[in-house]
């Protein structure tokens, strides 16, 4: 072999040696940049998906409390009839007849 190819396959071996070196910090930073944003679109998944399940149980439970709101009014509405003696039918009696009870206030 020549001179001239030896010189010619070194140089081209520096090169190819060069841009390795050149090339392959940038392969390695965009494959990281890559996953980076692979796990922030994870993570960013991960936390609607937990959001989208506490809202969820947040409706729930904003639900029970208005059905607690109507069963303590339905109570309420009741213990009113009882105070006017109007609920007798209730307690398995016969409603008063022409009695009425004493107003809330005036009872002690």
Known sequence: MSTGAIIAIVVVVILVLALLLVL??????NR??????????????AHRNEA???AAR??????????ERAE???????????D??????????EPSAGRTAA???ERA
């Open 32 to 45: 990281a940049q890559r996953q980076l944003v692979g796990e922030r679109h994870d993570a960013a998944d």
């Open 52 to 54: 989208e399940r506490r």
């Open 58 to 67: 947040a409706q729930l439970a904003e639900r029970e409390a208005e059905r």
């Open 84 to 93: 006017q003696g109007l609920a007798d039918e209730e307690l398995g009696r």
């Open 103 to 105: 107003p809330r206030d």
């Open 24 to 29: 392959l910090p940038r392969m390695r930073a």
């Open 72 to 82: 303590a009014q339905l109570h309420e509405a009741r213990a009113d009839l009882h």
